[in-house]
T-cell receptor
Framework: DTGVSQDPRHKITKRGQNVTFRCDPISEHNRLYWYRQTLGQGPEFLTYFQNEAQLEKSRLLSDRFSAERPKGSFSTLEIQRTEQGDSAMYLC??????????????FGQGTRLTVV | GESVGLHLPTLSVQEGDNSIINCAYSNSASDYFIWYKQESGKGPQFIIDIRSNMDKRQGQRVTVLLNKTVKHLSLQIAATQPGDSAVYFCAEIEGQNFVFGPGTRLSVLP
């Protein structure tokens, strides 16, 4: 257990429905990432937050996707009008950024989304 | 664009042997690298990291080697155990994000 929690672990939804995932990072970590991973591929960056500010979004993050981190602690990722191509594992990771030195990111167990 | 990749998609080793997993990167400006292990149905698990001012770093049963001249990274696992069976990813820091390669599946044979 890395200390990063994601909920739910699995989600099956019908095409066109909205879904929301939650991530609770390691409590003292100020940076939070969302990644997407499809079968046989490495994780792909979606977006990240520094405290409550969303600082970068990937081109993969279409306008149907929105992420929030309202109090700089937990984060939510919402997908509206889901499509079959959204089926993937959605991973959350957190890091402690202090100074200029790079540090590792710790990942949660992911939420596996299946759109039928 | 520049990206991180891997030489071999699969690797099978006998239990007790040493494993070497390779990774090629193309961004010569990368200054931080991580190896992750991912078991089926789980998130990536941090194994070891290395900064570009180092050539080698050792952990418990694992060693990472960095060759900046040829932009090559490797992960060595000593005395490979069945529990080491997983997909291994190298990742490089690009800006503020981690860029992952496609991964190598390590299978440990009894």
């Amino acid at each position: 257990d890395t200390g990063v929690s994601q909920d739910p672990r699995h989600k099956i939804t019908k095409r066109g429905q909205n879904v929301t995932f939650r991530c609770d990072p390691i409590s003292e970590h100020n940076r939070l990432y969302w990644y997407r991973q499809t079968l046989g591929q490495g994780p792909e960056f979606l977006t990240y937050f520094q405290n409550e500010a969303q600082l970068e979004k990937s081109r993969l993050l279409s306008d149907r996707f929105s992420a929030e981190r309202p109090k700089g602690s937990f984060s939510t990722l919402e997908i509206q009008r889901t499509e079959q191509g959204d089926s993937a594992m959605y991973l959350c990771a957190s890091r402690l950024i202090a100074g200029t030195a790079n540090t590792e990111a710790f990942f949660g167990q992911g939420t596996r989304l299946t759109v039928v | 664009g520049e990206s991180v990749g891997l030489h071999l998609p699969t690797l099978s080793v006998q239990e007790g042997d040493n494993s070497i997993i390779n990774c090629a990167y193309s961004n010569s400006a990368s200054d931080y690298f991580i190896w992750y292990k991912q078991e089926s149905g789980k998130g990536p698990q941090f194994i070891i990291d290395i900064r570009s001012n180092m050539d080698k770093r050792q952990g418990q049963r694992v060693t990472v080697l960095l060759n900046k001249t040829v932009k090559h990274l490797s992960l060595q696992i000593a005395a490979t155990q069945p529990g080491d069976s997983a997909v291994y990813f190298c990742a490089e820091i690009e800006g503020q994000n981690f860029v992952f390669g496609p991964g190598t599946r390590l299978s440990v044979l009894p």
